[in-house]
């Protein structure tokens, strides 16, 4: 359902504008009998304008016992009428109403730029019945384990794996992917993607309240929340600023009394040196860019779960990545086999029911060889993980470990061989496979690094940031090879370390400036919470990796890393240009107040016009060129959508899934 934007607030500020008009009909018109429209017209602007700020300021007052910046808009406008001067105060309010009524909608469109997805959702879903019938049903009764069809150019109804065919999805929505993703059997498939092409069947894995987008509208409300430290600041400093303005009227009044105005020519300089020194600008000068960064990046498919996060991330100058999955594709290929008995189905078959319970990129690649030869997995037992080492467990005939040197170490086994040697030599990862004492053979595998990477990385250096290192648990061979095309020096590569490690070098980083690890979300965890930010790379479907870090990238493309830093430091220069613009025109009209007979009108224009412009400087971030990609792929989304309609007719696709 579309949001009304027609409210309470917007009405009361229509009001307080017809009123002004009236008012102004009945001062400047040359005809004596419109005169009493300037007395209705100020007695509904003192109502439609004065009451809703009088109401907020008396809420704020018992509710959080804070003294409200509209209490400053309302003893200003009370004491213009007190002194005769009703029309000024009129406009004072006229225009505090609507500039109020401006902000609200403008940080309303940044709080809900996000929740624009939902609209995104599919109202309906086609079925698949138990007994092989298709029926179409609402999404919102989808249950796991269902089966539903996709037809080109479907949105996907929900979170599901695909169990039948293959074709290209638009994950914009969710990602910030500008380009579409194949996607294949036992892939995953994200709630309101783009099916371009093919018909899939979809197992359902989440229901619509679990899905991607519920949880990405949940974090990110969550993050708009959760203030950042420059928000707190503000807010703290507006409310103890406003006690100190009211009592600098005060005194002011006094002053310009005792130095020869009468009281009421004192009391209209105290009005408008009160409208003069309000913060209104000062205060939402933060926020307006904050709330507009936060949505902006949610929608280019990256996550920061608050404010503060974004601040940080603008600061560091160094970042350290983890390698496997983060640099690097994190899809290894299984190179050679080496096994000493010479039976290599049999050694697939224990090596990879081991690595049936690991979530490793190397274990993956291991059971896809077993898969692809057609071997099954041996029944394994008890299995554990030993982190950065392998994973131990236990079949029929006892005990099994795969792992790297360090586990072969652990376990009392030797791998002083001439074919080990020959392995251990390249710059390949080698796991070796063995049984108590004995080694039994050994695989290597081999991970590329993301084609993202290197740009990103260049991307990152050439906007000041000072370090990068790579971290991995790999061998140095591997990790120097990698390291080499990534564009990294040797002394910025650190392998062969432990978690521990880990975090105990991200700790030595922070000790020299802020410090971002860019990681998995899950193996990394501890070095995650230890960096200023920490940072999940492909985070998308994930619950570990969308809980596990300040900042969520939801897509595998490393340049969302750059294009989110480069945000951050976007929104901390408005933030800057915003605080300048509003000090700067709060300390003009101060001394036009204090020095010069400013008008109180002049005082309002300039205090209101300050405000919304420093909305507006930050609601520019809405369209930050974060969501570039996303944008672009508007068009190929409505032109796969269209060819869609006018290609596969209801009956066609009927005929097709039934």
């Given at each position: 359902m579309k949001r009304a934007s027609f409210d309470?607030?917007?009405?009361?500020?229509?009001m307080a504008t017809l009123g002004m008009i009236l008012a102004m009909a009945g001062t400047w018109l040359p005809v004596k009998e419109l005169a009493v429209l300037r007395w209705l017209g100020l007695m509904l602007v003192y109502f439609a304008g004065g009451?809703?700020?009088?109401?907020?300021?008396?809420?704020?007052?018992?509710?959080d016992h804070i003294l409200d910046i509209d209490l400053l808009m309302?003893?200003?406008?009370?004491?213009?009428?007190?002194?005769?001067?009703?029309?000024?105060?009129?406009?004072?309010?006229?225009l505090f109403s609507v500039s109020t009524t401006l902000e609200h909608h403008a940080l309303g469109r940044a709080r809900h730029?996000?929740?624009?997805?939902?609209a995104l959702r599919p109202e309906t879903a086609f079925r698949r019945n138990k007994d092989g019938t298709v029926v179409e049903v609402p999404a919102a009764e989808l249950a796991v384990g269902d089966t539903v069809i996709l037809r080109p150019g479907a949105r996907v109804p929900t979170d599901g794996v695909i169990m039948q065919g293959r074709g290209g999805i638009d994950e914009a929505n969710i990602t910030g992917e500008s380009m579409p993703v194949s996607k294949e059997i036992g892939q995953q498939v994200f709630e309101a993607t783009v099916n371009l092409d093919g018909v899939l069947e979809v197992a359902v894995t989440k229901t619509i309240g679990d899905s991607t987008i519920a949880?990405?509208?949940?974090?990110?409300?969550?993050?708009?929340?959760?203030?950042?430290?420059?928000?707190?600041?503000?807010?703290?400093?507006?409310?103890?600023?406003?006690?100190?303005?009211?009592?600098?009227?005060?005194?002011?009044?006094?002053?310009?009394?005792?130095?020869?105005?009468?009281?009421?020519?004192?009391?209209?300089?105290?009005?408008?040196?009160?409208?003069?020194?309000?913060?209104?600008?000062?205060?939402?000068?933060?926020?307006?860019?904050?709330?507009?960064?936060?949505?902006?990046?949610?929608?280019?498919g990256v996550l920061f779960k608050g404010g503060g996060a974004l601040e940080t991330l603008a600061a560091v100058d160094t970042f350290a990545f983890d390698k496997t999955g983060t640099l690097t594709n994190g899809r290894a290929v299984v190179r050679r086999i080496i096994t000493l008995d010479g039976d290599e189905r049999r050694f697939l078959s224990l090596l990879a029911g081991l690595e049936a319970h690991s979530e490793h990129h190397i274990a993956a690649a291991i059971r896809r060889e077993a898969a692809v030869r057609g071997i099954a997995p041996t029944n394994v037992i008890d299995v554990s993980s030993r982190p950065s080492a392998g994973i131990?467990?236990?079949?029929?005939?006892?005990?099994?470990?795969?792992?790297?040197?360090?586990?072969?170490?652990?376990?009392?086994?030797?791998?002083?061989?001439?074919?080990?040697?020959?392995?251990?030599?390249?710059?390949?990862?080698?796991?070796?496979?063995?049984?108590?004492?004995?080694?039994?053979?050994?695989v290597s595998v081999a991970d590329e690094a993301r084609l993202s990477s290197a740009p990103a990385l260049t991307a990152l250096r050439n906007s000041g940031v000072r370090h990068i290192v790579m971290m991995t648990g790999d061998r140095r061979p591997v990790a120097l090879r990698i390291g080499a095309e990534l564009g990294l020096t040797p002394d910025e590569v650190h392998a062969e370390m432990l978690p521990e490690d880990k975090v105990r070098r991200v700790g030595e980083l922070a000790a020299h400036g802020k410090v971002a690890f860019v990681g998995d979300g899950v193996n990394d965890a501890a070095a995650l919470?230890?960096?200023?930010?920490?940072?999940?790379?492909?985070a998308a479907g994930s619950d570990v990796a969308l809980q596990a870090a300040d900042v969520a990238l939801l897509s595998e493309d490393m340049k969302k890393l750059a294009d989110a830093r480069g945000l951050a430091r976007r929104t901390a220069a408005i933030i800057r240009q915003n605080l300048t613009v509003a000090i700067g025109a709060m300390l003009v009209l101060?001394?036009?107040?204090?020095?010069?007979?400013?008008?109180?009108?002049?005082?309002?224009i300039g205090h209101e016009g300050g405000t919304v412009l420093v909305v507006l400087n930050g609601l520019r971030l809405l369209s930050d060129r974060i969501r570039r990609n996303t944008n672009e792929i508007a068009s190929t989304r409505q032109t796969w959508s269209d060819r869609s309609a006018s290609t596969l007719p209801s009956k066609t696709f009927s005929a097709k899934i039934s």
């Open positions: 309470l607030p917007t009405f009361m500020s229509l009451l809703p700020a009088m109401w907020r300021a008396v809420s704020a007052l018992w509710r309302v003893v200003a406008a009370i004491a213009a009428a007190i002194v005769g001067a009703p029309f000024e105060g009129a406009v004072l309010l006229t730029a996000v929740e624009a997805l939902m949880r990405m509208i949940q974090l990110v409300t969550q993050a708009q929340e959760a203030k950042a430290p420059s928000e707190r600041f503000s807010s703290w400093f507006g409310q103890r600023y406003t006690v100190a303005v009211i009592l600098g009227a005060m005194l002011a009044f006094v002053a310009f009394y005792l130095l020869g105005h009468d009281w009421e020519q004192a009391l209209y300089k105290a009005a408008t040196l009160l409208v003069a020194a309000s913060p209104c600008a000062i205060v939402i000068s933060v926020p307006a860019a904050i709330l507009s960064a936060l949505s902006a990046a949610a929608r280019g131990v467990g236990s079949d029929e005939f006892g005990p099994l470990w795969a792992g790297n040197p360090r586990l072969v170490k652990d376990m009392g086994a030797s791998v002083d061989r001439a074919e080990f040697r020959e392995l251990a030599d390249t710059t390949q990862t080698v796991v070796y496979l063995g049984r108590g004492s004995t080694v039994l053979g050994a919470a230890r960096a200023d930010v920490g940072i999940a790379m492909g101060v001394t036009g107040g204090l020095f010069f007979d400013l008008p109180l009108p002049m005082a309002v």
